[in-house]
């Protein structure tokens, strides 16, 4: 604290470091002018100043608490804003997150619930489903077609059977299912075992997956739970003479074993998106008429729920051409083939 100026001995400025500025007004000092006088007035003045330097002093230390209060209100302030964005990042993540997942399940479903939990089982060794008649009434020769069904491998013991086929004789062009040891295989032959094309491994043994297969005058089209998997060229789809499961004929020396339902025959071939959207509702519609009913299925042509239905009460139940009148006949089979087993379970 300093005088920095006295003007007339009356008004006198004191600055204390040039934070603030005080004047002090003293006494009219011009009828004093002994020295004794001026003594006594400097003691008053300087009592003055000293009391002031001390209420300073008090006043930074105000301040001083004032700063450290308004510091740490203020890191409060940024650690509250802080925390408000790492929260609203990790909910913008999380929200990444469920669209990514979403996105995953669009290739990799789990495929939902079916009507019941039945399936038809074949034991691999004398069971049978017996092909149909060729030259169905409402499969013509040059239609294209989409052919899906499920089916779980219960073995790994060689076994080789008909998807279907398109002659009447072992001759015709072939769609196999093969299950030989560790090779599971979808193939596509002509002639006695003229191979064309096949898809290994693209499922697990034990479990369930949909097989997919289209048809028309250029190329056969194999899709694996809704994923394209390979192409064959192939003739015409016409005279269609399926075997659904388990009949070895000319191909093989052993019997489908394993576990199928949901065979379906539509006209037109679906594509990509629609064959990937059938994986997703679980079951073989046709997507294009926007309806989830078999019977509803415009361009369904045929299809069997090999116990996946209420009235599913015998084998021969479940093998009857639920849009048509292709049935199928089960040999050396009876009501212990439908099985609890179901692609959800």
């Known amino acids: 604290m300093a005088i920095n100026a006295i003007n007339g001995l009356q008004n006198i400025t004191v600055s204390n470091n040039g934070l603030d500025t005080i004047t002090i007004t003293g006494p009219d000092l011009s009828p004093f002018a002994t020295k004794e006088k ?82 038809m089982q074949l034991d691999g060794v004398v069971e049978q489903l017996i092909r149909f008649g060729v030259n169905s009434d409402d499969i013509g020769s040059n239609m294209d077609l989409t052919l899906n069904f499920w089916v779980k491998t219960e073995s790994n013991v060689g076994g080789r059977n008909f998807i279907f086929y398109k002659q009447t004789d072992a001759a015709g062009d072939h769609v196999n299912f093969v299950n030989n040891n560790e090779n599971r295989s979808l193939v ?53 003479n399926p075997n659904i499961v388990g009949d070895f004929n000319v191909l093989g020396p052993n019997r489908f074993k394993g576990v199928a339902r949901h065979l379906s025959i539509h006209q037109g071939n679906f594509g990509a998106t629609m064959i990937q959207a059938m994986y997703n509702s679980g079951t073989a519609i046709d997507l294009r008429v926007d309806q989830g009913s078999y019977t509803q299925s415009a361009n369904l042509r045929h299809y069997w729920f090999m116990g996946d239905d209420g009235d599913d009460l015998t084998v021969t139940d479940g093998v009857i051409d639920r849009a048509g009148s292709l049935h199928l006949t089960a040999q050396n089979m009876d009501g212990s083939n439908i099985v609890s087993d179901t692609p959800h379970a």
Do not use: C
């Open 188 to 240: 596509f032959e002509s002639g006695s075992g003229t191979q064309h094309s096949s898809v290994n491994n693209v499922w697990t043994h034990g479990q369930w997956h949909m097989v997919t297969v289209e048809i028309n005058n250029v190329e056969q089209k194999f899709y694996v739970d809704g994923q394209f998997k390979a192409n064959a060229q192939a003739g015409n789809a016409t005279d269609l």
């Open 38 to 119: 001026l003594n006594a007035v400097s003691g008053t003045l300087q009592t003055q100043i000293d009391g002031i330097d001390n209420h300073s002093r008090y006043t930074d230390t105000e301040a001083v608490t004032a700063t450290e209060a308004a510091r740490a209100s203020l890191s409060g302030t940024l650690q509250a804003m802080i925390d408000a964005e790492i929260l609203t990042l990790r909910n913008e993540l999380l929200t990444v997150s469920d669209s990514l997942q979403a996105q995953i399940d669009t290739f990799h479903p789990a495929p939902p619930p079916f009507s019941n939990n039945s399936s």
